[in-house]
């Protein structure tokens, strides 16, 4: 595929830092790619040259271990992951398993697709493990909390926002998208809320969330890595209460959550930067410089 546009994720910061296991290097990272096929190999079904597609972070599965025969692709016990064990999109090109490749039609700009690929896709897989809440938390307003805002409020939750205490832009942000409350990570909310998922990649949240959830409620750690949880008293989990994480994506996420993005109308608010600047575009994510995605254009 030529690549059109690569949506920069935090998970590629934890690449860049060495924070996963089974880490392969050098590696292209970048799991967000928009592109159109330049060529296709044997066996590539349906896809046609110059199609455009998308390609998120599973990149191929085996297809014949327990998790993958049991429609749980997401824990496949022999997965690629694209820009992390195979080369991924801050690229011009890349070479993609077509099995994996979503064909995204004609509506909507490379650029503004892009980031549904990981943020919008593992923040559905979420928001589905976080249902049917009424009353739901985002901790973390960045990229991904801000497509599951919209996709919430067009199901007719309520969503509560918390970011960096004292970010007043983001707080200003996750209203304008329709969030009925938002405020600092380390306030608590006006009511108890039904759910709560934490995509920022701080232990120290998890306690927070599990005080701000009612009896019965889940808290959904949503990222692929984060600092360690602290201990905290038993009562916390209490009442039936359910700490769960939510581990990357099976094809059927992808296929769902792609058919119902234009019917909701998803807005993604991105800032661009070149191919050639895509260590500032990792720096600026790194800092909270923006608001919503960074998304590489080569
Ligand atoms: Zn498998
Ligand atoms: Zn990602």
Same mark, same amino acid.
């Given at each position: ?150 996709? &919430?409020?067009?199901? +007719? ?5 918390? %970011?960096? *205490?004292?970010?007043? @832009?983001?707080?200003?942000? #996750? ?85 119902? &993005?234009?019917?909701? +109308? ?5 800032? %661009?930067? *070149?191919?050639?600047? @895509?260590?500032?575009?990792? #720096? ?15």
């Amino acid at each position: 595929m030529s690549i059109a546009a690569c949506g920069v994720c935090r998970t590629d910061l934890h690449v860049l830092d060495g924070e996963l296991p089974d880490q392969h290097v050098p590696i292209i990272p970048g799991h967000e790619i928009v592109g159109r096929i330049d060529a296709l190999g044997e066996g590539a079904g349906s896809l046609k040259l110059g199609e455009r597609v998308g390609i998120p972070w599973l990149g191929h599965t085996c297809g014949g271990c327990p998790y993958c025969t049991a429609q749980k692709e997401n824990l496949c016990d022999h997965p690629l992951f694209t820009g992390y064990t195979r080369d991924g999109g801050f690229a011009t090109s890349v070479i993609a398993d077509a099995r994996f490749a979503f064909p995204l039609g004609d509506i909507g700009e490379d650029v503004a697709l892009a980031p549904l690929l990981c943020a919008g896709l593992i923040g559905w897989r979420s928001l589905v493990i976080a249902s049917p809440a009424k009353r739901l938390g985002l901790y973390g307003f960045g990229a991904a909390a801000h497509i599951v805002a919209q996709v &919430a409020a067009w199901q +007719g939750r309520s969503v509560y926002a918390f %970011t960096r *205490p004292g970010d007043t @832009a983001a707080q200003d942000f #996750a209203r304008s998208l329709g969030a009925v409350w938002a405020g600092g990570s380390d306030e608590r909310p006006p009511e108890l809320l039904d759910a709560a998922i934490i995509y920022a990649t701080v232990g120290d949240l998890v306690p927070l969330a599990l005080k701000a959830v009612a009896k019965g409620g889940v808290v959904v750690c949503a990222g692929i890595h984060m600092s360690d949880v602290p201990s905290f008293p038993y009562v916390l989990l209490w009442e039936e209460r359910r700490l769960v994480s939510v581990a990357n994506l099976t094809r059927q996420d992808g296929l769902d959550f792609l058919a119902l &993005a234009p019917k909701i +109308g998803i807005v993604t608010r991105t800032t %661009t930067y *070149p191919l050639r600047q @895509a260590n500032e575009a990792l #720096a600026d994510l790194r800092a909270g410089h923006f608001e919503g995605a960074a998304v590489l254009v080569p």
